[in-house]
Each structure stands twice: as C-alpha cells, then as structure tokens.
Nanobody
Framework: VQLVESEGGVVQAGGSLRLSCAAS????????MGWYRQAPGKERELVAA??????TVYADSVKGRFTISRDNAKNLYLQMNSLQPEDTSMYYC????????????WGKGTLVTVSS
C-alpha cells in the first residue's frame, strides 16, 4: 500500500485545515487507516484512526476539534478545526492490513504550521 498526503500549510490559530491521503496498491487489504503526527523533539503520536468496518479513535488533545473520515477504499481525510500552535507538526497518513489498529504502511508526511 502506498500513501500520499495532500500538502499541509500555514494557518492562524483558530483556523481550519483539511488534510487528505490517497492510497494505492493493495487498497482492498486495508483494514484501518489513520493520522499520526510528530513534532520536533517529540515522539510520534496517534491523532485519529478509523477502521474499515466502522469505529474511530482520537487522541484526547484533538477530540471535538478534529474529524477523521474515509469516503472509499482509497481516500482518507482529517478535518482540523480550532487549530492551536501546539498542533504544529508533521502529519503522517498510515494504513494497516492486519485487522488490528496496527499500521504497516506510511506516507512521507506533510507539514502543518499553526501561527499564534
């Protein structure tokens, strides 16, 4: 599975941004997709994930502000509202095929910068 994220960008605090991710290859083997982020000097963390059969999980820090969605086997989205400077990070699209929440394919990442 190959994953390509849309371009991120710079947004002011309180603003919104939508990320997308296009999957190719063995897309029908995908059982879970998600977004992770990693800020400089910090560990990579889960932002949100969604299973093919339904079911989502969100980091506590983004609940109520971010929404993950998937419109078919290929496309994944992350709608980010009420962005804060602490959301500044590299965002990575990920996919898993094992039937668990584990991811085994990763995109190259896209940078989101939130200015105060």
């Amino acid at each position: 599975v190959q994953l390509v994220e849309s371009e991120g960008g710079v947004v002011q605090a309180g603003g919104s941004l939508r990320l997308s991710c296009a999957a190719s290859g063995s897309i029908f083997s995908i059982t879970v997709m998600g977004w992770y982020r990693q800020a400089p000097g910090k560990e990579r963390e889960l932002v949100a994930a969604i299973r093919s059969g339904g079911g989502t999980v969100y980091a506590d820090s983004v609940k109520g502000r971010f929404t993950i969605s998937r419109d078919n086997a290929k496309n994944l989205y992350l709608q980010m509202n009420s962005l804060q400077p602490e959301d500044t990070s590299m965002y990575y699209c990920a996919a898993g095929t094992s039937g668990t929440w584990r991811m085994d394919s990763w995109g190259k990442g896209t940078l989101v910068t939130v200015s105060s």
